[in-house]
């Protein structure tokens, strides 16, 4: 059977004896993701892009859904704070499935250039269709209230001056604790809060890497992208869809973000001694910095070993890697190999991903403080395991994507002040040395920390380690 477009979809939805009523799919379908993340814990990055093809979504419409959905998850926070001053309930009242239809609403008024009377009419009508006529006249009246007042002005309004932490958490949308978190992570510099909470509200680019001895950065030039301005092997698509590009599609190259390129090649140049031609991924899924590393590693002679405790993720990294490098299902904390066993080994390790938010909005919604708790044992176990499965002269690269101080430099302190069988190399300089621009606003050392408003990269966590006897 073919598949519908939007216009089948449309002319299915008629009213009985009347003229067509055509159904908003582009709204239907931010609609339906941001309520799946809601309801489901799914992620958009990789729910949109499925619905957007099975609507036949293209062109400016896949962008506005795209905008929608992203941009509704975003400003969660700050959106629910106007809703709770326009609505005469409060909001756990309100149904989620009209709550979120609300804040699609907020958004297209707030957030976007569409006409008032188009957001509040379109999105009526949405509520109309997902929670009956009654919730439609209660929608109507709260988005016209909002639609009296600018973005700026609401903040005057709902984001409170004598609560710097509460100013900061409803004007950029972020909960508090990752206000706080990423303040003191920040350092004695405070003044960069702001800066850093609004590049998580921001559309991250779209970077891609070429894997060595696969494909060269100047083929994703010819493809129409940019010099990455810190990568030697990356490259920043402006737009359009890089699956288009044939090393994408072919998997010679891929999407991946600058500092996680990076962090991989630092790794790969760190200085260790003896032999180097067993590498260890440990948490290698979903695969990209597998994939790259593969790829450096059999420029050398050398073999990376990719495991991961899930298998389906086990089957990405699968996908990610050349046939010279090997892929198992094993536990990290539970090693199936013996110790000493490598040369070079990453640790790329599971954490709160509050350097992501860009690319992962709803997160900031789904973490709470306690995942802290939860994860921080893990990578502790994780890091001490790494330790053990590297020989003494061999590099240890702990890896997060939180720069959180408790997920960070309180784990490898933690773990070093144990044993005595390892060093810090100073990571700063060897990222500096691996980058092909000027890498500057890591931090002092030992330990490397990116920033979204400082690189225009996740704000990613590096450690290097030597194991020494």
């Known amino acids: 059977m073919a598949r519908r477009t939007a216009r089948d979809h449309r002319d299915r939805n008629r009213r009985p004896g009347g003229p067509r009523r055509p159904e908003d799919l582009v709204r239907r379908t931010a609609y339906e993701v941001v309520r799946a993340v809601q309801t489901r814990d799914a ?5 949109l892009p499925g619905r957007l093809r099975a609507r036949g979504l293209t062109g400016r419409d ?5 905008e929608l959905t992203y941009g509704t998850l975003r400003g969660r926070g700050t959106y629910d704070a106007i809703l709770q001053v326009c609505s005469d309930r409060p909001l756990r009242r309100i149904d989620g499935p009209l709550l979120d239809v609300l804040r699609l609403g907020v958004h297209q ?3 976007t250039r569409i006409p008032p009377h188009a957001a509040v009419g379109t999105t009526v009508e949405l509520a109309r269709s997902v929670a009956g ?13 909002i639609a009296t007042r600018d973005l700026a002005a609401w903040l005057e309004i709902v984001a409170p001056e004598d609560d710097e ?3 900061l958490s409803v004007t950029y949308s972020h909960p508090r604790w990752i206000v706080t978190a990423l303040r003191d992570a920040l350092g004695a510099d405070r003044a960069e809060i702001e800066s850093l909470l609004a590049a998580d509200n921001e559309r991250p680019r779209v970077t891609l890497v070429a894997r060595p001895g696969r ?5 994703l030039i010819a493809a129409g992208a940019a010099p990455a301005p810190y990568s030697p092997l990356g490259a920043v698509l402006p737009e359009g869809d890089p699956a288009t590009i044939p ?3 072919e998997g010679r190259a891929a999407v991946q973000d600058e500092a996680s390129q990076l962090v991989a090649l630092a790794l790969a140049d760190a200085p260790l001694e003896g032999p180097d031609g067993r590498w260890l991924d440990m948490c290698a899924g979903p695969g990209g910095k597998a994939g790259l590393l593969a790829a450096l590693a059999a420029r050398r002679d050398a073999r990376l070993l990719a495991c991961d405790v899930q298998p389906h993720r086990a089957g990405l990294v699968h996908r990610a890697v050349d046939a010279r490098a090997g892929v198992v299902v094993a536990d990290g904390t539970a090693p199936a190999w013996r110790p000493g066993s490598f ?5 790329d390790a599971p954490c709160t991903g509050l350097g992501a938010l860009r690319r992962r909005p709803e997160a900031r919604w789904r973490r709470e403080p306690s995942s802290l708790a939860e994860l921080g044992p893990l990578q502790r176990r994780l890091l001490t395991s790494a330790l053990e499965a590297v020989r003494p002269g061999g590099v240890v690269a702990y890896v997060t994507c939180s720069p959180h101080l408790a997920e960070t430099r309180v784990v490898v302190d933690d773990v070093l002040a144990d044993r005595a069988d390892a060093e810090r190399l100073d990571s700063p300089g060897v990222l500096r040395r691996v980058a092909a621009g000027g890498l500057d606003g890591l931090g002092d050392g030992p330990y490397a920390q990116f920033w979204p408003h400082r690189h225009g990269t996740d704000a990613m966590f590096l450690a290097l380690l030597r194991r020494t006897a």
Do not use: C, H, I, S
């Open 43 to 47: 992620y958009a990055n990789l729910l």
């Open 62 to 66: 896949a962008a506005l859904a795209t």
């Open 109 to 111: 008024l707030l957030g």
């Open 133 to 145: 006529p009654g919730q439609a006249r209660f929608a109507n009246a709260v988005l016209r209230k």
């Open 165 to 167: 932490v509460g100013r």
């Open 215 to 219: 494909a060269a950065v100047e083929e």
């Open 247 to 249: 090393a994408v599609r």
């Open 343 to 347: 040369d070079r080994v990453l640790v």
